[in-house]
């Protein structure tokens, strides 16, 4: 059964960075494409970014394009979440997910089949 365990979330202040973490288990990801999700409250899940595991290609949302790198460590099974420069609008609860279905990626959150409990990351401003 696929797991997924993100971490790494907490309170910042703008300007700062954090890494995100998300261990995964239970299949093989090289045939899976990996992406991140947020929740600011009172707003619907968000598309962050995702990464093909197998070739390492990745895409954006605007909101992340620029600040944040997603990236795969493929001996440790974890994908990360380099975020930088981070804004107070970047609160939110952040998730990952795993497709096995649109292995080349999506932005949607309906064709993920997997997901993560949540991290919250707070930014003060």
């Known amino acids: 059964q696929v797991q997924l365990v993100e971490s790494g979330g907490g309170l910042v202040q703008a300007g700062g960075s954090l890494r995100l973490s998300c261990a995964a288990s239970g299949s093989t990801f090289s045939n899976y494409a990996m992406g991140w999700f947020r929740q600011a409250p009172g707003k619907e899940r968000a598309f962050v970014a995702v990464?093909?595991?197998?070739?390492?290609?990745?895409y954006y949302s605007h909101s992340g394009k620029g600040r944040f790198t997603i990236s795969r460590d493929n001996a440790k099974n974890t994908m990360y979440l380099q975020m930088n420069s981070l804004e107070p609008e970047d609160t939110a609860v952040y998730y990952c997910?795993?497709?096995?279905?649109?292995?080349?990626?999506?932005?949607?959150?309906?064709?993920?089949?997997?997901w993560g409990q949540g991290t919250q990351v707070t930014v003060s401003s």
């Open positions: 990464i093909n595991w197998r070739s390492g290609n990745t």
């Open positions: 997910a795993a497709s096995a279905r649109y292995v080349a990626g999506s932005g949607f959150e309906h064709d993920y089949d997997y």
